[in-house]
């Protein structure tokens, strides 16, 4: 998506060789009008998948799930960081390492929220080694629901997430795919 491309160089700052930051326009300001764009690119993607809902992780996940399910005009539900009790097995569990933080942390959503007939799109900011998405493909596949399609905002080309997410069959399609990053420059894969 070229609009997110020219967006990236413009406005994002590389950190370091595999750090990003794109909380002017992304993540934490959030730019609606770029939003909306990704959510009807996602749509363009994906409106051949029968997805019935949309699934994503808080907190960077909520604001483009928003916009995605606008577009497809079905709900979204977001997967809850904070540890829920699940005293009668009303919810469904899976664990996530931490690309940014290092750290382990488990992530929730309610059973009710995820049927077996459901059609899943999951969607994310980043893609880096695809530890966010493991959790989410589990959950999904825990309620007996299909992961019918994954769309990403900035995969990481270089970290190894893309490559196996794409080996294990799943479809998914990245906005923006960046092969190489350092204080000279972004390089696209084309
Ligand atoms: P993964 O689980 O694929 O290893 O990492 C993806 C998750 O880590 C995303 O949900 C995103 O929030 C975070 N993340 C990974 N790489 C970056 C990055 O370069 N910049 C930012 N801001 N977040 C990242």
Do not use: W
């Not at 530890?131 to 769309?151: E, K, P, R, S």
Request: net charge negative.
């Amino acid at each position: 998506m070229k609009k997110l491309e020219e967006r990236i160089v413009r406005d994002g700052k590389v950190i370091s060789q595999d750090i990003l930051k794109v909380d002017s326009f992304l993540n934490h300001q959030i730019d609606p009008v770029l939003m909306k764009e990704i959510g009807e690119e996602f749509y363009r993607l994906f409106k051949d998948e029968g997805i019935t809902k949309i699934l994503t992780i808080e907190a960077s996940g909520i604001a483009i799930a928003s916009f995605t399910a606008m577009a497809f005009h079905v709900p979204f539900v977001f997967a809850k960081k904070a540890k829920s009790l699940n005293i009668d097995g009303d919810v469904l569990t899976s664990t996530v390492k931490s690309f940014t933080y290092g750290k382990e942390y488990t992530i929730t959503v309610a059973k009710k929220f995820i049927r077996p007939d459901d059609r899943i799109l999951i969607v994310d900011d980043f893609l880096a080694n695809g530890m966010a998405l493991n959790g989410l493909t589990d959950i999904v596949h825990q309620a007996g629901a299909v992961t019918a399609g994954i769309g990403i905002c900035i995969e990481k080309g270089f970290q190894k997430g893309g490559e196996e997410i794409r080996r294990k069959g799943y479809h998914l399609e990245s906005l923006a795919i960046i092969d190489k990053m350092d204080e000279t420059g972004i390089t696209f894969r084309d």
